[in-house]
């Protein structure tokens, strides 16, 4: 069982930057691939990044590549998301969630945090 919390979210101006965090909890954190994921009013839930259970490789969305970069650290049970040059399509509720390995499919993920808003204005 891994509980995930995330935290970090909030409102910016486009161009703007934040830095989301998920605190794990929970057994062999560091043996878990860990994605984020975004959903916006009236769209589905969908895949922003991914790293692999040591951080040696991560995934990126088309649409925030260049922009956002996750990192992790297990010693820390944590994984991050920087995210730069923010725009206003950015707006969404942001998810960390986990899996056996990473994946894109938001149904390959076996746990899931509640949730941060981000609210990115023009």
């Known amino acids: 069982q891994v509980q995930l919390v995330e935290s970090g979210g909030g409102l910016v101006q486009a161009g703007g930057s934040l830095r989301l965090s998920c605190a794990a909890s929970?057994?062999?954190?560091?043996?878990?691939?860990m994605g984020w994921f975004r959903q916006a009013p009236g769209k589905e839930r969908e895949f922003v990044a991914g790293?692999?259970?040591?951080?040696?490789?991560?995934y990126y969305a088309d649409s925030v590549k260049g922009r956002l970069t996750m990192s992790r650290d297990n010693a820390k049970n944590t994984v991050y998301l920087q995210m730069n040059s923010l725009k206003p399509e950015d707006t969404a509720i942001y998810y960390c969630?986990?899996?056996?390995?990473?994946?894109?499919?938001?149904?390959?993920?076996?746990?899931w945090g509640q949730g941060t808003q981000v609210t990115v204005s023009s």
């Open positions: 969630a986990a899996a056996p390995r990473v994946r894109y499919d938001r149904t390959e993920y076996d746990y």
């Open positions: 929970g057994r062999s954190f560091s043996s878990y691939g």
């Open positions: 790293i692999t259970p040591t951080g040696s490789r991560t």
